[in-house]
């Protein structure tokens, strides 16, 4: 059946049933008729048969018949499907009071008024739209009525009676075709309004249908947009970040500075139609954490401070001291949204002042971080007000054509908020400024009161800074746990300068062995590993009497950071977790958590380095030296080789050095797991294809190649789901693409 019909058709089930209970009730009606009829005839003296007689033929026999009839229609329903689309199921109720009709017709004594019952079942057809069933129905009725006129005559014993007995059949069959004819003219006009309403819904589908295709070309070449600018502009910030490390010419930094700040610039534009696209495609999700306070509100506002001074704006900041000094929610996209308020203040406010408030609200056990940016700027008008969170939509353009800007800020700040179940209010006077407010529901970690944010975050800044730049902790001893060797050497090269001892293993089984032999200060376990994975690995560990680390705080490493994953973690008894690929800061701050605090050594600050020797590269001045330059050229002709490498992630995961970002690409080449899969692929092993799509989505991702990474994390999905047909579709496509990066990287650092 056609879907536009069945989004038009009426719902038959509930007058089938209206239908059957209506037939059911005819019945015990006409029994109770021919119940008054008999005791008024008996009374009469007007039975001409035996009362026995009489009794059989008008009111035993007939109802008898009438009870069969409604059982087995009732029969004939329960064996049909009971849904709208069974069109067998409207014909019972019909049927069944087409053959009660007979019943009566050909029993009744009120001769004209039994064969009258006929119209009613065909008005029943004309409920379902079936044309052909009413035409048979008032068919079947005129037959009926000619033998119900046959029968009287023949058995009538009143020679007055059967005078009238033919022209009263004549009249009744006259009605019948009559009250046919019309139920067929109804059905007729239905049916033409029927077609003009499929017509018109296949029209609006067909438009619907248009108006999403192009919304999804749109978002689909907005994202293809997006990344394929983003793939260059980050090529071009990982070789800055090479230089800006590396260099010891005071004018090539300089220049390497204004690089990173129009490069990072314009990755923020490109970035803001990444989120659209990723927002109108359903695929951007709120990531909760853990975050202080203070530091966020620093962040926001250090992050346009300079900005607002270099226009000669105050930009002040005033915050409720009794704020919990801890909350958990997605900090990332609620700081994206307050930068974008701070960053629109400041673009359309040519004097006076920005004040970024931050308060609480409670309602009923509920908290809500309150978040103001109110501007002396020039204000929104009121008719501009609807369209003020529309895409790419700016005002006033003659007079703001010279501010920079996508139009998407506030659209895309709209839908963040909406994703984190909060709300915006607006509120401006045009030529005298706006004020915007974002209500976001936030969970308490800490509900000690935050104080003086200036103060606490400086306390924080300073502890942070010790132990991210050069705590030591020659003492300890880590057990790292992944059955990936690229992810193990970069967190053994992520540790190097702490001088933690780090022994490494590739399986579960090697696990039990290390910690049967060794007491360690802290494990990192993978989740997903062949045969073994962390969970069944952590859980014989605790249950093992040999091993010496069962209340060893246990790390799990998981590239499935989603949100809700750190309570399972927890519930399951592991101490915290870490998402993959690992970055250096939050590895050295998990570490610190964890350590014990007679393990980590007082903080030595290294000596300055010295200049570079004369084995320079650039004409004019010191510039790389041979080390750093052959890097450089390698990591040069690998974004040739391969353009998508996002250098710069790479660069972060492997702690901004090259000489670790070098050897990891040589790793993963080294640790080429194609035959594997393609084993695995070949003997159908879905648990282990989805292991080791696993560890290319991770360690892939480690390097910068998002792009392998992605098409990893569809095929472990598709394995989890156990979805064949996707991974069949996929595999080639994915192998062919884990083959030209490994080339790739071969390629740029052949001699």
């Known amino acids: 059946m056609d879907e536009e019909m069945l989004a038009i058709m009426p719902d038959y089930v509930k007058w089938r049933e209206m239908f059957f209970r209506m037939?059911?009730?005819?019945?015990?009606?006409?029994?109770?008729?021919?119940?008054?009829?008999?005791?008024?005839?008996?009374?009469?003296?007007?039975?001409?048969?035996?009362?026995g007689v009489y009794l059989f033929l008008y009111l035993i026999l007939p109802s008898i018949l009438n009870v069969l009839i409604i059982l087995t229609a009732n029969a004939i329903r329960n064996r049909l499907r009971k849904d709208n689309t069974e069109m067998r199921q409207n014909l019972i109720p019909v049927y069944a009071m087409l053959l009660i009709s007979m019943v009566i017709s050909v029993t009744h004594c009120a001769f004209f008024s039994a064969l009258s019952i006929y119209c009613i079942p065909i008005c029943m057809t004309t409920v379902f739209g079936d044309k052909k069933l009413c035409r048979?129905?008032?068919?079947?009725?005129?037959?009926g009525t000619v033998l119900a006129t046959v029968k009287h005559f023949l058995t009538t014993n009143n020679t007055a009676d059967q005078v009238w007995i033919f022209p009263e059949g004549m009249i009744a069959v006259c009605i019948l075709m009559i009250v046919g004819s019309v139920a067929s003219k109804v059905l007729d006009m239905t049916e033409g309004q029927k077609n003009k309403l499929i017509d018109f819904a296949r029209t609006s589908k067909e438009i619907q249908h248009q108006a999403e295709a192009a919304n999804i070309a749109k978002s689909a070449f907005l994202a293809n947009m997006s990344h394929e600018i983003r793939t260059p502009i980050n090529a071009i910030l990982g070789m800055n970040e090479m230089i800006l490390r590396e260099n010891r010419n005071p004018q090539i930094e300089e220049y390497a500075k204004s690089i990173y700040s129009a490069g990072n610039s314009l990755l923020y534009l490109v970035n803001d139609v990444l989120d659209i696209s990723k927002i109108e495609s359903g695929k951007l999700e709120v990531v909760e954490a853990n975050y202080d306070t203070s530091s966020f509100i620093h962040d926001c506002y250090n992050m346009i401070a300079e900005r607002a001074e270099r226009?000669?704006?105050?930009?002040?900041?005033?915050?409720?001291?009794?704020?919990?000094?801890?909350?958990?929610?997605?900090?990332v996209r609620l700081r994206q949204v307050v930068t974008n308020f701070l960053s629109n203040a400041v673009k359309y406010t040519k004097q006076g002042n920005i004040i970024l408030s931050v308060d609480r609200q409670q309602n009923q056990g509920t908290f809500s971080f309150v978040i103001t940016v109110k501007d002396t700027g020039i204000g929104i008008k009121e008719e501009n007000m609807k369209d003020l969170f529309s895409q790419f939509t700016r005002f006033d353009l003659e007079q703001n054509r010279h501010i920079e800007g996508t139009?998407?800020?506030?659209?895309?700040?709209?839908?963040?908020?909406?994703?984190?179940?909060?709300?915006?209010?607006?509120?401006?006077?045009?030529?005298e400024g706006s004020s915007f407010t974002?209500?976001?529901?936030?969970?308490?970690?800490?509900?000690?009161?935050?104080?003086?944010?200036?103060?606490?975050?400086?306390?924080?800044?300073?502890?942070?800074?010790?132990?991210?730049?050069?705590?030591?902790?020659?003492?300890?001893?880590?057990?790292?746990?992944?059955?990936?060797?690229?992810?193990?050497?970069?967190?053994?090269?992520?540790?190097?300068?702490?001088?933690?001892?780090?022994?490494?293993?590739?399986?579960?089984?090697?696990?039990?062995?290390?910690?049967?032999?060794?007491?360690y200060d802290i494990i990192f376990m993978d989740h997903m590993m062949p045969e073994m994975d962390g969970m069944e690995t952590y859980a014989r560990m605790k249950e093992s009497e040999e091993s010496?680390?069962?209340?060893?705080?246990?790390?799990?490493?998981?590239?499935?950071?989603?949100?809700?994953?750190?309570?399972?973690?927890?519930?399951?008894?592991?101490?915290?977790?870490?998402?993959?690929?690992?970055?250096?800061?939050?590895?050295?701050?998990?570490?610190?958590?964890?350590?014990?605090?007679?393990?980590?050594?007082?903080?030595?600050?290294?000596?300055?380095k010295q200049e570079a020797s004369t084995d320079t590269a650039v004409a004019g001045g010191k510039f790389l030296?041979?080390?750093?330059?052959?890097?450089?050229?390698?990591?040069?002709?690998?974004?040739?080789?391969?353009?998508?490498?996002?250098?710069?992630?790479?660069f972060s995961y492997c702690g901004q050095n090259s000489d670790v970002y070098i050897s990891i690409l040589q790793t993963f080449c080294d640790n080429d797991k194609r035959d594997e899969i393609n084993h695995c692929y070949e003997q159908k092993d879905i648990k282990n294809y989805q292991i080791l799509v696993h560890g290319i989505k991770s360690s892939s991702l480690n390097i910068g190649f998002s792009?392998?990474?992605?098409?990893?994390?569809?095929?472990e999905e598709a394995a989890r789901q156990e979805n064949w047909m996707l991974i069949e579709e996929k595999h080639g496509v994915f192998i062919a693409e884990y083959q030209n990066v490994i080339s790739g990287i071969l390629q740029a650092m052949a001699e």
């Open 548 to 608: 010496l680390n069962k209340d060893t705080p246990v790390i799990m490493l998981t590239a499935n950071a989603i949100t809700g994953v750190r309570e399972q973690y927890l519930q399951a008894g592991f101490a915290d977790y870490l998402p993959k690929p690992v970055q250096g800061v939050k590895l050295e701050q998990m570490i610190l958590k964890f350590l014990p605090q007679d393990k980590i050594q007082p903080v030595v600050t290294e000596p300055e």
């Open 23 to 51: 037939d059911c009730i005819f019945v015990g009606v006409a029994f109770l008729m021919e119940c008054v009829f008999f005791v008024i005839l008996y009374y009469g003296n007007l039975i001409e048969e035996s009362t």
């Open 707 to 715: 792009d392998l990474s992605e098409s990893a994390r569809v095929l």
């Open 438 to 519: 974002v209500i976001v529901p936030q969970k308490i970690v800490d509900d000690s009161p935050m104080g003086d944010y200036h103060k606490r975050y400086q306390e924080i800044g300073q502890t942070n800074a010790g132990y991210q730049q050069s705590f030591k902790a020659r003492n300890a001893r880590i057990l790292v746990v992944d059955d990936v060797e690229v992810n193990l050497k970069v967190i053994v090269n992520l540790l190097k300068e702490t001088e933690v001892r780090v022994d490494t293993v590739q399986s579960g089984e090697q696990c039990l062995l290390m910690v049967a032999q060794n007491a």
């Open 407 to 431: 139009g998407l800020g506030l659209a895309i700040s709209r839908q963040l908020v909406d994703l984190m179940h909060g709300e915006i209010q607006v509120q401006s006077i045009y030529g």
């Open 136 to 143: 048979r129905v008032t068919t079947f009725s005129v037959v």
């Open 625 to 650: 030296d041979a080390k750093a330059l052959n890097n450089f050229m390698v990591l040069q002709k690998l974004f040739q080789e391969y353009p998508h490498v996002d250098l710069s992630s790479g």
């Open 311 to 331: 226009k000669g704006l105050e930009l002040k900041v005033e915050c409720n001291p009794e704020l919990p000094s801890q909350l958990r929610g997605d900090e």
